[in-house]
């Protein structure tokens, strides 16, 4: 697939508009609604695809505190510190990630339903 360009991909995430016309509609229609978060939810999804994320500049002196090993990956471009890592996790600002939480959710979600079924 190559390289998304930003000005042509999107997060298959609602809107902030679609959203709020959403809950103007649940109201006029006095709906019952319910929400629900998941904790880390996209970091329970694995990346299907070899991607790296960039460091800069003092986010690279955090990381290596985490893990001192990451150090010696460290390079210098135009004089600032640069530390690029695979991602093995969704992670949230990735266009691919909430694709994958989606997958995963629906996945988990067909078997909880057959499992019920089974009862």
Known sequence: MGILNANY???PIVSTDALMMSMLIDVW???DV???AV???YLNADMDRFTLIKYEGDSVDIMCKINPAWEKLVTIEIGKKILYLRLLKALYGCVRSALLWYE???VEEERE???HDSR
């Open 29 to 31: 229609e006095a709906r």
């Open 104 to 106: 995963l959710f629906h």
């Open 39 to 41: 904790p880390g939810a």
């Open 34 to 36: 319910a929400c629900a």
């Open 113 to 115: 339903e057959r499992h």
């Open 9 to 11: 991909t999107s997060s």
